[in-house]
């Protein structure tokens, strides 16, 4: 049997699954089996664009934890989606991490259309990424078991008007930043920081002479409305290309070679937590000192 036709027993599996109700282990297979690397790249993106809303970035901003703690905010975004997903968002110990990111929020005036917004983002922008740079395009029925993922973390953020459709959280996603996307002092400055913590990832060795071409490459794979939106310069056409033939270069690759073993899920990898992690380790300096009064209701978690 050669790679490419191993590569999809995992699809066929899935397509057994039922996106109603097995809407959480078609999650897992899809962003711990079949497109780990584009699922988290794209999550980070979908982060990024929230800072072009004057809403959110003026928020994002009053915490100081993105300008003054990039990785370990960074880390801590992706540590609670991860861990709710791969533990189950209706298991007690997925629920520890749910409640932490309330917690976190409780402290904030979020409105509702903010949240949703920024789900809408996290169920939109991995799909559209995977369909275009992924090895194969995610079906329908993929689609609908991310929506429903989506949507039930939605519903137990305490978000309203939950759209019902992947087509109806886009049209959200679409209507929401063509009415708020505008560039303030705060879109620039955490885009920046944003911009500069990519830029710091690369190996120490490396930093000097390629600094400049991560900061072209990061440019060169966002678009035009959302730069603006940042106070960020378009890049060259041709960085587009070249970003554009990298990606899609690297999912033909993935195609022909065999699939992730089932034993061997994804893994985050995160510089803030080298040695594990409980739950309440993640969060800010005010509720992991011990200094706010809800730090006595986290639910402790165990090491992964």
Request: hydrophobic share 40%.
């Amino acid at each position: 049997m050669t790679g490419t036709q191993r590569r999809f027993d995992r699809l066929r599996h899935i397509q057994r699954l039922d996106p109603e109700r097995d809407y959480e282990e078609i999650w897992r297979l899809v962003t711990a089996h079949e497109f780990p690397w584009d699922y988290w790249q794209s999550v980070s993106l979908a982060f990024f664009r929230t800072f072009a809303v004057p809403s959110i970035s003026a928020l994002l901003e009053e915490t100081g934890e993105i300008v003054c703690h990039t990785q370990k905010r960074a880390d801590d975004t992706l540590l609670i989606m991860y861990e709710m997903g791969r533990l189950g968002l209706e298991s007690p110990e997925g629920r520890a991490y749910l409640r932490r990111m309330n917690q976190m929020h409780r402290r904030y005036v979020i409105s509702n259309d903010d949240h949703l917004y920024i789900i809408a983002l996290f169920i939109v922008t991995p799909v559209q990424w995977i369909n275009r740079f992924g090895w194969r395009r995610l079906t329908v029925h993929e689609e609908r078991a991310l929506t429903n993922y989506g949507r039930r973390l939605a519903q137990l953020m305490g978000i309203k008007d939950v759209p019902a459709t992947f087509a109806d959280f886009d049209q959200v996603a679409q209507s929401y930043e063509r009415l708020h996307f505008a560039v303030t002092d705060s879109s620039r400055r955490l885009a920046e920081a944003a911009m500069a913590f990519t830029a710091d990832m690369l190996p120490k060795s490396l930093r000097g002479p390629l600094k400049p071409v991560m900061r072209r490459l990061s440019l060169a794979s966002l678009d035009d409305a959302l730069l603006h939106a940042v106070g960020l310069p378009l890049p060259p056409e041709r960085d587009r290309r070249l970003v554009t033939w990298l990606l899609r270069t690297r999912g033909r690759i993935l195609r022909m070679l065999p699939p992730r073993p089932d034993n061997r899920p994804h893994r985050l990898a995160l510089a803030t937590y080298p040695d594990g992690h409980q739950v309440c380790d993640i969060g800010p300096a005010w509720l992991t000192d011990g200094t706010a009064d809800e730090q006595n209701k986290v639910v402790k978690g165990h090491r992964p």
